[in-house]
C-alpha cells in the first residue's frame, strides 16, 4: 500500500487571525472584573468596643491599629466600610459577622452593598 501524501496544516481562518506588522496575532475576548461589594458594619449601642476590634482583626485580617480605628469611625458615624470583595467573600464575611456576633448575644448588624 503506498504512502498517502500528508495534507498541510492549515492555519485558523480569518476571523480568528490578523497580520499586524508582519506577525500573526489572536483576538482575546476581554475579560470582565467581578463587581466588588463593599462590606459594612453598623453601630449600635450594645455590642462593646473590644468585640467590634477583635472581630475587625480576625474576620477582616486588620491589624490592632486599624481595627480601633475603623471601630472609632464606625462608633462616630454610624456605619464603616470592613473591607470591599467580590459578591462571595463579602456575603461570606458578612455571615461571618452575624455568626460571631449571635454566638456571643450581641446585635451587632453587617451588610454589603455594591462598590
Given at each position: 500500500m503506498p504512502d498517502e501524501p500528508k495534507k498541510p496544516i492549515e492555519p485558523p481562518p480569518q476571523r480568528e487571525r490578523q497580520?499586524?506588522?508582519?506577525?500573526?496575532?489572536?483576538?482575546?475576548?476581554?475579560?470582565?472584573?467581578?463587581?466588588?461589594?463593599?462590606?459594612?458594619?453598623?453601630?449600635?449601642?450594645?455590642?462593646?468596643?473590644?468585640?467590634?476590634?477583635?472581630?475587625?482583626?480576625?474576620?477582616?485580617?486588620?491589624?490592632?491599629?486599624?481595627?480601633?480605628?475603623?471601630?472609632?469611625?464606625?462608633?462616630?458615624s454610624g456605619m464603616g466600610i470592613a473591607g470591599v470583595y467580590v459578591l462571595e467573600i463579602a456575603e461570606t464575611k458578612v455571615a461571618a459577622v452575624h455568626r460571631k456576633a449571635e454566638e456571643r448575644g450581641y446585635p451587632l448588624?453587617?451588610?454589603?452593598?455594591p462598590e
Amino acid at each position: 500500500m503506498p504512502d498517502e501524501p500528508k495534507k498541510p496544516i492549515e492555519p485558523p481562518p480569518q476571523r480568528e487571525r490578523q497580520r499586524e506588522g508582519g506577525l500573526a496575532t489572536r483576538e482575546r475576548p476581554k475579560v470582565e472584573r467581578p463587581k466588588r461589594f463593599k462590606v459594612i458594619l453598623f453601630n449600635d449601642n450594645y455590642t462593646p468596643m473590644e468585640f467590634v476590634v477583635t472581630l475587625l482583626e480576625s474576620v477582616f485580617a486588620k491589624s490592632p491599629t486599624e481595627a480601633t480605628e475603623l471601630m472609632l469611625q464606625i462608633h462616630r458615624s454610624g456605619m464603616g466600610i470592613a473591607g470591599v470583595y467580590v459578591l462571595e467573600i463579602a456575603e461570606t464575611k458578612v455571615a461571618a459577622v452575624h455568626r460571631k456576633a449571635e454566638e456571643r448575644g450581641y446585635p451587632l448588624r453587617a451588610g454589603s452593598e455594591p462598590e
